[in-house]
């Protein structure tokens, strides 16, 4: 509890700061829609809920996916699972103008507003692909319960209500490395709500060993399986892994991989 109290406090000057219109945020309460958050460093992002914003802080603003991590750097072909509204693609591209960033988002609602987002930044260098990274290729299920950034490819179907569930494309890291010319991919994020297990467990060999840095967040109440299982076939793949608990939830964290054969 103290430490969900400090984390949440310590965060109040990092959004007065960042946030040019942060004293604007209440009227998502009320219902606003839509709205569009100016950063102080030249980002916006039309948004839709409160935690949208508090994503846009710990991406763009906290920079977790490198504080913590590798920081990215130009020229890098960039891979983004789990794109959402477009903050951590939007970030990396606006950054590094000479990177390639490819941001993969199955949700419509957030794969419009994902290209909403890119024309409102003006950002050129950003593929958006509305697909699921998954285990295989073909059609699976978005359970579309909760907020927009929780939804999951993951969650059991059987105990999912059947109202909330959408068919949406998936294709596995390999084809779509070949689809897209993918030679290496300097850094991997993800983001997709437990969807990182069958995605990296069911990688071929071959894939993975042209990954150089992978930055994700874990989800270890989607599924039976957690980050230690990823931290333990990570390891067995050659990567030198770190995993950071989240300070308020003990069911989410980082976890950071470096291929040392890069």
């Known amino acids: 509890m103290i430490n969900r109290l400090v984390y949440y406090i310590s965060s109040i000057p990092t959004i007065i700061f960042g946030f040019k219109n942060w004293w604007q945020l209440p009227m998502l309460l009320l219902g ?20 949208d914003a508090w994503i846009i802080k710990e991406t763009c603003l906290d920079r977790d996916y490198e504080r913590l991590g590798t920081p990215l750097q130009n020229h890098w072909t960039v891979l983004d699972i789990g794109a959402g509204l477009g903050d951590f693609s939007i970030y990396a591209a606006n950054m590094h103008p000479q990177s390639r960033v490819i941001g993969f988002e199955p949700f419509p609602e957030s794969f419009d507003l994902l290209k909403e987002n890119l024309a409102l930044n003006n950002v050129m260098n950003v593929t958006a692909v509305p697909v699921a990274v998954g285990k295989e290729n073909g059609q699976t299920q978005l359970a579309t319960t909760g907020a927009a950034v929780q ?10 209500a059947l109202d909330t569930l959408i068919d949406v494309e998936t294709k596995t890291l390999q084809s779509l490395f070949d689809e ?5 991919c300097d850094f991997l994020k993800l983001d997709c709500e437990g969807g990182e297990f069958d995605i990296l467990l069911n990688c071929h060999e071959e894939t993975l060993s042209r990954i150089h840095y992978i930055a994700m967040e874990y989800h270890n109440h989607v ?3 957690t980050h230690h299982d990823l931290e333990v076939f990570l390891k067995s793949k050659g990567f ?5 608990p989240n300070p308020v939830h003990d069911y989410l964290g980082f976890l950071f991989a470096i291929n040392q054969s890069s």
């Open 240 to 244: 030198i892994v770190q995993t950071i």
């Open 151 to 160: 939804h999951s490819t993951s969650m059991d179907s059987a105990t999912t």
């Open 180 to 184: 897209y010319g993918i030679q290496t």
């Open 223 to 225: 599924t039976d399986m």
């Open 32 to 51: 606003k829609r839509p709205f569009t958050l100016h950063l102080n460093n030249g980002l916006q992002f039309n948004i839709r809920s409160l935690m």
